[in-house]
């Protein structure tokens, strides 16, 4: 059984910063990509910031140059540093990872709120 662990998050002033970190723990075989989502009422789930098991990072247009995404192999561990944060940022954030044999899981929401 696998499990994702999500801490952090919160309400946070406009400029301001959190950290996210989500934890992976089970029989995961190895972790290929390793992802931040986050939804908003009345849209899709996207795509914040994803990183590979070689470290090449991807981020969601809206917060590139503010978030940062980094991950730690021998915890099984990825984390989130999102800086300057916007109201605009506001969301429930989830983890996602992939492993190689072609299974994918979800860590549970973690709120995100950012006051103007």
């Known amino acids: 059984q696998v499990q994702l662990v999500v801490s952090g998050g919160g309400l946070v002033q406009a400029g301001g910063s959190l950290s996210l970190s989500c934890a992976v723990s089970?029989?995961?075989?190895?972790?290929?990509?390793m992802g931040w989502y986050r939804q908003t009422p009345g849209k899709q789930r996207e795509l914040v910031a994803a990183i590979t098991s070689g470290g090449s990072t991807n981020y969601g247009d809206s917060v590139k140059g503010r978030f940062t995404i980094s991950r730690d192999n021998a915890k099984n561990t990825v984390y989130l540093q999102m800086n300057r944060l916007k109201p605009d940022d506001t969301g429930v954030y989830y983890c996602?990872?992939?492993?190689?044999?072609?299974?994918?899981?979800w860590g549970q929401g973690t709120q995100v709120t950012v006051s103007s």
């Open positions: 996602r990872i992939t492993n190689s044999v072609g299974g994918s899981y």
């Open positions: 089970g029989s995961i075989f190895s972790i290929n990509n």
